[in-house]
């Protein structure tokens, strides 16, 4: 008997956001069939896939360094007869293609996120051409989620589930558009069954995402366009789905029916991702943001009416081109007034091809610096203000997983923080009610109470 076809093994180092992990796992799930399985190290791999961000300039530059020490290895293991192929993917590769051949000639291929489910055809010339490379960041025409194989590998009992690709705001600032194209929608129908399947795996909340996701306007089961409040509405009826989550959305696309789904499908978890980017009205109008401040603190009121217990995060760019003393100042009012449960904050990084770019009066890099500061100390002092008042609160929490200590378990609570309990392993996968006695660090530390939860925010 001949020893079974020993399995190619693959490396996915995955970048940015949380739609390049979605598509990440669905790389892995295209690959698995034609014999790879995962692994953890570089040095272990055959076949290296960096999935790439380009949002800040850091984050593409940091793909560079990568490919520097990946050549390296790739040198050490052709010495040992181990050939090594590499890959880059994402938004760098949409974004810079020819490029990154150019930079980094020890790639084999380079390929957009709307072109990896045609990883298995790459392969296959790979083979039959040799050292060739390869460049594929079209925008097909057939759509990638029906090539992608139907069946997902879910080990938790959360999921992501891209539901929108593309974005056609256009905010000055963004290179999103340019990498990841216009938006489009997946047919709701597509979206159901994938969520049926995830829940049949025992995954209990999802995560729908897109760049823009709550411009979600899909093909219903009807015929009809569905938005995304009919979407959580019809995903909160699949059998085993406890929990849903939306991200990223933007605040001209919150619309009444969202919001009131908010007060009306408990299964909306009472968390939400909103970015504003700005508190200066001139500054938001220079960003294309198509909203002021006025529209963001209405929306905030009346999501905060539809579900009292609603927390919110935010995302926010600091010395955008012109930004002054006040404009920012009016940023950290903003915030004051608001009350962020947690928040992203970041410099401008100008973004070659975006108009944000050609802009005069770029704010200094001390000023810039000084600015983060005093904007993360903010939004820090109102995380931990949070975070503490949950204290004492009895909460439902999603047990994912086991801890670090033994009989510890760490779950998420619906404004997903860690919340760690002592409790078996039976209880992963379940909704439990916790008591929470304490907070350390960004953690929260219960145990588990047979009184009811209560409907309230913290803070
Ligand atoms: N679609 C989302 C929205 O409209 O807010 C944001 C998506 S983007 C992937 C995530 C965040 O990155 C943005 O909200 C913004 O704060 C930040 N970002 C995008 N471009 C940036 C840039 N050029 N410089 C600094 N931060 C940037
Ligand atoms: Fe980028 Fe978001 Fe603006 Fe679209 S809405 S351009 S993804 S920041």
New binding site residues.
Partial sequence: MTDPKPAKRVHIKTYG?QMNVYDTERMLETLRPLGYESCDSQDDADFVILNTCH??EKASEKVYSELGRLRVLREEKAQDGKPLMLAVAGCVAQAEGEEILNRAPQVDMVFGPQTYHRLPEFLAKAERDGGSQQIDVDFPIEDKFDVLPRDRDVGGVTAFLTIQEG?D?F?T????PYTRGAEQSRPAAAILEEARLLASKGVREITLLG??VNAYHGEGPDGREWGLARLARALADVDGIDRIRYT?S?PRDMDRDLIDAHGEVPALMPFLHL?V?SGSDRILAAMNRRHDTDLFRRIVGELREARPDIALSS???VGFPGETDLEFAETLKLVTEIGFASS?S??????PG?P?ATLADPVPDAVQSERLSALQQLLEAQQEAFNRSCVDRTMPVLMEKPGRKPGQLVGRSPYLQPVHIDGGSELIGQIVNCRIDALRSYSLFGQISDSPSEERNCA
């Fill in positions: 956001c949002i800040r974005c705001k905010c600032f963004c290179v999103v760049q823009n990223t933007h970015p980017q995302d926010f760019i992203f970041f410099r401008y990084s100008p973004r975006t944000a």
